[in-house]
């Protein structure tokens, strides 16, 4: 077990004996993080991180393989490209959580900003409270799974994936559509939110991408497959 | 004298509407723009005379190596000569093309830079110097890698289509591609325009601080911009905490790009360099944060020249295909029945049908492409590349690269005089400065 004062580190101290503690798979506490910016990035061993605090701009980003839980509110991009492991936030996220995950899972207790999931390309994005405008905006794989709201153009320009909301969807965005969700899909939803200490049991709505966008409407001859 | 035919109608635009209108939507095409821009050909140098000595041009030592990103990072990139391959993306060219760039720079000892679409295995074996972009669309982005290279690019905007991201039609996007990109197989790809986990300087102040902490300050952090605004959007980056400020002009190629973007925006390569540099001064940061220039660098004379208003050093994509044999008329190829225009004339990179092998993702067409044969023609161009700077530097009495300046040439235009911030040839007048 290591326990990190980040009061009296800078981000280049507190990173690198993230990543010296990490090598022995220790369990890392973090006390005192002040909603700094780029708290446990680039975390590329299996270890357990608890941040005792709110963190800043990509707080637990740029990782594959930790387990880190942060009692507080994050800033924007938190888990940005995680490729593997588990983030567990117990408030609020600003925007761009999730940024381009790739895969693992993010958890936020509270609400998220502007932009969750953009860019996803793999894992799971659970959201316990509302999401904000463009959730899903490009997503390319993935799950985000928001219990409350979204605001508008959710879903926007997605490739693939799919984004579960349990509350009222602002609106839709470009290619984006709105389908039933089977019993099949609503068990396993239920079943992530018991995992995950949630006790609603929204009656989620389903979308998708309409795939409109996935080709230009016409193209010039030496564009097409076969001259 | 009146003219034989209309000069705003050409056959030309006439053959453009007639396509438009078959089409319904903007043209896409490769290679770089096709407008005519004040160029590094209106620039000369003034070598030496009786005011000043030479250095014998063929033999006499000069020094072309350079050293970028010395700002923060502990480990910064150093060239041996100030030129490298600029990013382009596995998926616009083929494994056998980017392994050759690779191996190119590799042999000269400067380096080479990913492109859209991740880290290619091939390509970071070749490369003993790799620079790995941070894009917007993030396409196989991986921590992992970011640690494996030598120096990270956030890409801001390219010079060939600034204010887009990059573009790969589906008749590339084959299963192996799609799948390196999280993509389905064939869709017509347009990457994303804004990175997802930032938007504006003072965010991306955050971001390289993030990509050098995951690399513990090591490497450098570069931002690379679309030449358009270019004296804020370098004060912006260096303000930012940018290692190096690569300014990527109009003139920049491209695998794939809308024609109008191509055609209509952006600025030329010597005013951005010069605007660049002014920018640096301004903030006292010239010399301290590095600065590359690109688009349109086809000589080891545009380089220099590149050099003398102020870059230090350049980076270059389509000379180093052509040396790979792009537009080549090689035996294998038949330019006219495969992409319907002779050798020389070919700019249909985003079809996937490269005749050469280079630009494609086609097995059939890339056998065409001997990666190490490739490899050789671009270190041997890159080579000449060098050894021309170094002939124009010692002709100017200098024995490194790094000491040719603005005061080294003229302008052969007014134009030329205006955008590089040197005197006329004849005169002691720098038009629109005095």
């Known amino acids: ?227 | 004298m009146v003219q034989a035919s209309s000069q705003v109608w050409s056959q030309q635009i006439i053959d453009d509407i007639h396509a438009k209108a078959d089409l319904g939507r903007y043209r896409i095409r490769g290679f770089s723009t096709f407008q005519k821009v004040t160029h590094f050909d209106d620039l000369t140098f003034l070598s030496t005379g009786l005011t000043r000595f030479p250095l014998e041009g063929y033999k006499e030592k000069c020094s072309t190596q350079v050293t970028l990103g010395a700002r923060y990072a502990s480990e910064p990139l150093v060239l041996e000569t100030p030129v490298y391959i600029t990013g382009m993306s596995y998926g616009a060219l083929s494994v056998s093309a980017k392994t050759a760039l690779g191996k190119a720079a590799s042999m000269v000892g400067s380096a080479s830079c990913t492109g859209d679409g991740g880290m290619l295995p091939a390509e970071r074996e070749a490369s003993d110097k790799l620079i790995y972009q941070v894009l917007p669309s993030r396409y196989g982005f991986n921590p992992h890698h970011l640690l494996e290279a030598q120096a990270a690019e956030i890409v801001v905007g390219q010079g060939a289509k600034p204010g887009t991201g990059g573009m790969l039609m589906g008749v590339k996007v084959l299963d192996h591609i799609a799948e390196s990109r999280d993509l389905p197989s064939g869709i017509d790809q347009r990457s994303p325009a804004r990175h997802p986990d930032w938007l504006g300087p003072d965010d991306l102040a955050v971001k390289i601080e993030q990509i050098r902490e995951a690399t513990d300050g090591r490497i450098p952090v570069s931002v690379k911009l679309g030449a358009c605004r270019v004296t804020d959007d370098v004060k912006l980056a260096a303000k930012a905490g940018a290692d190096i400020v690569v300014v990527d002009s109009m003139l920049a190629g491209t695998g794939a790009s809308g024609e109008a973007l191509l055609d209509h925006s952006g600025i030329p390569t010597v005013p951005s360099i010069v605007m660049a540099r002014e920018a640096l001064r301004d903030m006292g940061l010239y010399g301290t944060v590095s600065l590359v220039a690109s688009g349109g660098i086809r000589s080891g004379a545009d380089m220099a020249k590149a050099l003398a208003l102020g870059a230090d050093a350049c980076a270059i994509g389509i000379g180093a295909l052509v040396a790979l044999n792009c537009n080549r008329d090689i035996p294998e190829a038949d330019f006219e029945s495969e992409v319907g225009v002779s050798a020389g004339q070919c700019h249909h990179c985003q079809t996937g049908k490269c005749p050469v092998g280079i630009a494609t993702q086609d097995p059939e067409l890339e056998k065409r492409l001997d990666s190490s044969e490739g490899a050789d023609r671009v270190a041997n161009f890159l080579n000449s590349m060098t050894m021309e700077a170094a002939l124009l530097t010692r002709s100017l009495g200098k024995g490194d690269v790094r000491s040719l300046e603005p005061e080294d040439m003229v302008a052969l235009t007014i134009e030329a005089s205006a955008m590089a911030r040197i005197p006329l040839v004849g005169t002691n007048k720098v038009f629109g400065w005095d």
């Open chain 1, 1 to 227: 077990m290591v326990s990190l004062d980040a009061h009296s580190l800078s981000a280049r101290e507190l990173n690198q004996a993230i990543k010296k503690a990490a090598l022995t798979g220790s369990q890392i506490t973090i006390l005192n993080p002040q909603a700094r910016h780029n708290i446990a990035v680039g975390i590329l061993d299996s270890c357990k991180i608890d941040i005792d605090g709110s963190v800043g701009y990509y707080a637990a980003s740029l990782m594959d393989g930790p387990e880190v839980n942060i009692d507080g509110n994050a800033g924007w991009a938190l888990g940005e490209n995680l490729m593997s492991g588990k983030i567990v936030l117990t408030k609020d996220a600003g925007a761009s959580v999730a940024a381009s995950m790739r895969g693992g899972d993010i958890v936020v207790g509270g609400n998220a900003g502007a932009r969750a999931g953009i860019s996803m390309k793999g894992g799971t994005l659970l959201i316990g409270g509302n999401a904000g405008f463009l959730t899903g905006f490009m997503m390319q794989k993935g799950r985000i799974v928001v219990c409350g709201d979204v605001g508008d153009a959710v879903g926007d320009s997605m490739y693939e994936g799919v984004i579960y909301v349990g509350g009222d969807i602002g609106s839709l965005g470009a290619d984006a559509k709105i389908i039933e969700p089977s019993e099949t899909d609503l068990i396993e939803l239920w079943g992530l939110l018991e995992q995950s200490g949630i006790n609603d049991r929204p009656r989620f709505r389903k979308i998708v991408s309409q795939k409109k966008l996935y080709h230009f409407d016409n193209l010039e001859r030496l564009e097409m497959s076969a001259v």
